[in-house]
């Protein structure tokens, strides 16, 4: 007679260690995560094409944790997401830099990896942050990218860096002040202000409106000591450094391209075309951060404000001059 506490015979205990879900969870778990990972590499991708992070960025990204979605990323899909390079030019620096097609980005040699970086930086150097600071501070960025509500969370929790309010002809939109937000003028008075050489900067954005940066309460701020704030475009920024080439130009970027998108349509401001031909102007815009000085995410508005105002608290370069 069988001993009551002696299990079935043909009872089958579960293997130590096996899996407590079923196969089929696993699998459409797996599929899951694989559709997601594909999906942030064609966003990584989409960026550095759109040129919102550098190449270099991306590679620096992969280098630094190789099972990062960036890590992931093909050697081949990598170097076809860059500017001008299809796929007959990728095949001949591939075979250059003596790099596998089959390898992935965060699974490179440390030569490998050399060769890369020195090879991104001939083509598409970035420009070095410079040690000294100038207490003329240029904000710049796409269209939508947030200049304009970084810039007033700067001036609503920083009172002592002089924020410079623009002229512009564009009409006000919903909550504009004039005089707080713009100096709304018509076209007559814009055309004064430039002939009589009150603007330090001046331009037409997207074909339309023009805009400029009144000189005098500049000029009164920094006689003060005060750090002032140019909260302006491309353009605007790039006069800015011919004019004062101390002054410090930083450049705020969106987390992605497809986030500067989504801001641009959930602003609701410009109909289909305007909003197209705003995108096209932004990708131009976006290929000029090299000019700048420093680069900061707009990822979240106090950070971003926190970060810029960091900059601009900096002790100022030291005079050049004996």
């Given at each position: ?17 096996s ?8 699998r ?8 997601a ?8 991708k989409k ?9 270099q960025?991306l590679?620096?990204r ?27 030019k990728?095949?001949r620096i ?12 965060g699974?490179?040699?440390a ?10 930086d001939?083509?598409w ?5 410079r040690?000294?600071r ?16 970084v ?63 009144p000189?005098?309460?500049?000029e ?6 005060r750090t002032?704030?140019l909260e302006?475009?491309?353009?605007g ?5 011919a004019a004062?080439p101390?002054a410090?130009?930083?450049f705020?970027l969106?987390?992605?391209?497809d986030e ?6 959930g ?27 420093f ?7 106090a950070?971003?404000a926190?970060e810029?105002?960091e ?10 001059r004996a």
């Amino acid at each position: 007679m069988a001993d009551s506490q002696t299990p079935d015979a043909g009872a089958r205990r579960p293997a130590v260690g096996s899996p407590t879900r079923p196969p089929e969870v696993d699998r459409v778990e797996a599929s899951r995560r694989a559709v997601a990972a594909r999906r942030a590499r064609a966003s990584l991708k989409k960026d550095v094409a759109m040129r919102v992070i550098t190449p270099q960025e991306l590679a620096r990204r992969a280098f630094a944790d190789p099972t990062s979605p960036a890590g992931t990323m093909r050697v081949t899909e990598y170097l076809t997401s860059l500017p001008a390079i299809g796929e007959g030019k990728r095949n001949r620096i591939l075979e250059e830099l003596q790099i596998s097609p089959v390898k992935r980005l965060g699974g490179l040699g440390a030569r490998q990896r050399r060769v890369l970086s020195s090879f991104l930086d001939a083509r598409w150097p970035e420009r070095a942050s410079r040690s000294g600071r100038s207490r003329l501070v240029v904000l710049a960025g796409p269209t939508a990218v947030g200049k304009g509500t970084v810039a007033a969370h700067i001036h609503e929790h920083h009172p002592e860096i002089h924020l410079s309010v623009s002229a512009t002809t564009r009409p006000p939109r919903p909550g504009e002040i004039d005089g707080q937000h713009y100096f709304f003028v018509d076209d007559a008075e814009f055309d004064r202000l430039i002939d009589s050489g009150e603007l330090l900067e001046h331009a037409t954005v997207h074909n339309k409106y023009r805009y400029g940066t009144p000189r005098r309460p500049i000029e009164e701020a920094l006689a003060a000591g005060r750090t002032v704030l140019l909260e302006i475009d491309l353009q605007g920024a790039r006069q800015v450094r011919a004019a004062e080439p101390s002054a410090t130009l930083v450049f705020l970027l969106p987390p992605s391209w497809d986030e500067l998108v989504q801001r641009l349509i959930g602003r609701g401001t410009e109909g289909d075309e305007e909003r197209a031909r705003r995108l096209r102007t932004a990708k131009s815009e976006l290929a000029a951060q090299h000019e700048f000085d420093f680069r900061v995410v707009n990822d979240d508005v106090a950070a971003a404000a926190r970060e810029v105002v960091e900059l601009v608290q900096a002790p100022p370069r030291p005079s050049s001059r004996a």
